[in-house]
């Protein structure tokens, strides 16, 4: 039997929309058409920060937003999109993501200590789930939820490509990911096997 790992502080990732709870942010609450087209970065490092922010006393700056409510969050991810701004390819690199992070704590004060996995296009590298798994779950453990870049989705069709989620929860094979505001069981080990181009994870924790 596969163990089921999870994030133990999940409910910090969560928003309210009056009696709606909501399970991470979505892009389609920027309020530019580019933004909601290419958004998917900053809203998942939005949300990390967002977390961060409630789960450890040494990151509170990061988030000046009482926690919890949706028009709150927005306005934190209006302001990480400053850092975390996509290009004409979106945010393609686990690089992006993590200096953009790193970049924004700076300027809130909190020193951030990002980590990263990437994963090569198929047949350019080694690809094995050992690793991924033992990334994905010493940061569930440590309390981090995972920031997972998936350039193709391989054989998958609950996930879509060119796209940021956020994992919080790993059972073998399978991964719990919030996408759009909404919980998913997805297939990672499938996808490690079939995506064509690769991807990666990034968690991002309090740095020294």
Same mark, same amino acid.
Request: proline content about 5%; some cysteine.
């Given at each position: 039997?596969?163990?089921?790992?999870? =994030?133990?502080?999940?409910?910090?990732?969560?928003?309210?929309?009056?009696?709606?709870?909501?399970?991470?942010?979505?892009?389609?609450?920027?309020?530019?058409?580019?933004?909601?087209?290419?958004?998917?970065?900053?809203?998942?490092?939005?949300?990390?920060?967002?977390?961060?922010?409630?789960?450890?006393?040494?990151?509170?700056?990061?988030?000046?937003?009482?926690?919890?409510?949706?028009?709150?969050?927005?306005?934190?991810?209006?302001?990480?999109?400053?850092?975390?701004?996509? %290009?004409?390819?979106?945010?393609?690199?686990?690089?992006?993501?993590?200096?953009?992070?790193?970049?924004?704590?700076?300027?809130?004060?909190?020193?951030?200590?990002?980590?990263?996995?990437?994963?090569?296009?198929?047949?350019?590298?080694?690809?094995?789930?050992?690793?991924?798994?033992?990334?994905?779950?010493?940061?569930?453990?440590?309390?981090?939820?995972?920031?997972? =870049?998936?350039?193709?989705? %391989?054989?998958?069709?609950?996930?879509?490509?060119?796209?940021?989620?956020?994992?919080?929860?790993?059972?073998?094979?399978?991964?719990?990911?919030?996408?759009?505001?909404?919980?998913?069981?997805?297939?990672?080990?499938?996808?490690?096997?079939?995506?064509?181009?690769?991807?990666?994870?990034?968690?991002?924790?309090?740095?020294?």
């Amino acid at each position: 039997m596969n163990n089921l790992v999870t =994030l133990s502080s999940t409910e910090a990732l969560h928003i309210t929309e009056g009696d709606t709870v909501l399970c991470g942010g979505s892009q389609e609450w920027f309020a530019e058409r580019w933004q909601r087209q290419a958004g998917c970065g900053p809203t998942n490092c939005a949300g990390l920060l967002w977390h961060l922010a409630q789960t450890n006393p040494q990151c509170a700056a990061l988030c000046v937003h009482s926690p919890s409510s949706k028009a709150n969050f927005v306005s934190l991810m209006q302001e990480v999109w400053e850092y975390v701004k996509p %290009g004409s390819m979106g945010v393609n690199t686990t690089n992006i993501f993590a200096n953009g992070a790193v970049a924004y704590g700076r300027q809130k004060g909190v020193a951030l200590q990002p980590q990263t996995l990437d994963i090569p296009p198929l047949h350019a590298g080694e690809r094995t789930y050992p690793p991924v798994q033992a990334f994905i779950e010493k940061a569930l453990q440590s309390g981090l939820p995972v920031a997972f =870049l998936n350039l193709s989705n %391989g054989t998958l069709k609950n996930l879509e490509s060119w796209h940021w989620v956020t994992l919080v929860a790993l059972r073998g094979g399978e991964a719990l990911m919030y996408d759009q505001a909404q919980p998913h069981w997805i297939d990672l080990e499938r996808w490690l096997a079939t995506s064509v181009m690769g991807g990666g994870f990034v968690t991002v924790a309090h740095g020294q």
